[in-house]
C-alpha cells in the first residue's frame, strides 16, 4: 500500500477543474495555431478567405 | 479519495481556475484589448478579421501574463494594501511559483501567437512590452522613484501601438499620438488615486508622488499633466486620425479633464493621510475632487478611444464632412 496524500472532496474537485481548463487550453491552442496556418496558406495562395 | 502518491502536502486551498484567470487582471486587460483594437482598426489599411482576432487574442494574453508576472513579484507588497490583498497570492489561493509558471508560460504563448498571426515585428514589440512592464516597472522602478508610474505608463500605454503594428508591420506618428495619450492620462490617474489611498501605499513602502513629494505638489503635477493631455488629445483632429466625432469627444472630455484637476489643484485632497482600510471609492470630504477626477479619468480614456472606433470601426462616412472640411484648409 503506497504512502501519498488522500486529496479532500474539495482537492479533488479543484484538480479536476484545473485539468478541464488545462484540457481547454490546450485545444484552443491547437485550433487557433490551426486557424492561423489555414489562414496564412490561404493568402500566400492568393485565396480570398472572406469569400 | 484519490491517492495521489506523493508527499507535498497543500499548505492552501487548492487552486481553481477562477484564481488563475485573476492573475492575468482582467479589468486591465479589458483596457489593453479596447486600445489595441482601437489602434488595430484606426490604422491604414485592412486587417483580416480572423486574424485580426487572433491578434487582439494574443495581445490580451501577453498583458494576462504581464499581469501574472507581476502578481508573482509584488505579492509581498499587494499583502499589504487593502485595495490588493484579496489577489490569489496574498490571499493563500495560489502559490507564488505557480503564478510565475503561468505568467512565463503565458507570455512565450503570447508571442509566439502574434509572429504567427501578425508579424515578427508585432511579436517583438508585445514581448519588449511585457518585459517592460515586469522588469523596468515592477522590478525596477516601482518600489524606487516617485516617478515609477510616469515611466511605467508606458507598458500601458503600448498595445494601441501594437495593434497599429498588426496593421500595418510598424508604427508612424499617429500610433504615437496614440502613445502619448495614455502615456500622459497614466500620472493624473494614479496620483489622483494615490492622494486618498496615500496611507495605504505609505503602508506598503510604494514611493507614490504624495507620499514622497506630499499631496500640494501632486496635486500641481496632476493640473500640470491635465494640460499636456488635453493638448495631446487635440492633436488626432490635425493629423487626419480623428474626425468630427473625436473632435468634440476631445473638446468635451479634455476639458472636463482640465476642470476636475484645477479642483483637485485648489482642493486639499491628500493632505490627510486617510483609512487604509477604506473601500476603492470611500472617501473623506476633502479628497472628493480626487476621487472625482479618477473616477472621471476611466471614463474619459474610454470615450476617446471609442470614439476613434466609431470613426474607424464603425465606417468612415461618420468623418466625412470633417475631412472635406480639413482638406479645405
Known sequence: ?51 | MADIGNTQAYEIRPALPADFIALLKPRVMSLVVFTALVGMLAAPGSVDPVLGVISIFAIALGAGAAGALNMWYDADIDAKMSRTAKRPIPAKRLYAKDALAFGMFLSLVSVMMLAASASYFAAGFLAFTIFFYVVIYSMGLKRRTPQNIVIGGAAGAFPPMIGWAVATGGVDMNAFILFAIIMLWTPPHFWALALYKRSDYAIAGIPMMPVVKGAKSTRVQIFIYAILLAITVSLPVFTGLGGVVYAIVATISGAMFLLLSYRVLSSRAGDDPGDAKADLYAVKKGDKAARNLFAFSIIFLFVIFAALLVEHGFGGYVSLPFAVFQGAL
Request: net charge positive.
Open chain 1, 1 to 51: 500500500m503506497s504512502e501519498g496524500i488522500r486529496l479532500t472532496k474539495e482537492q479533488e474537485k479543484a484538480r479536476n477543474l484545473r485539468s478541464w481548463a488545462i484540457a481547454f487550453g490546450l485545444f484552443a491552442f491547437v485550433a487557433i495555431v490551426f486557424t492561423v496556418t489555414v489562414y496564412r496558406k490561404m493568402q500566400e495562395l492568393g485565396i480570398d478567405a472572406v469569400s
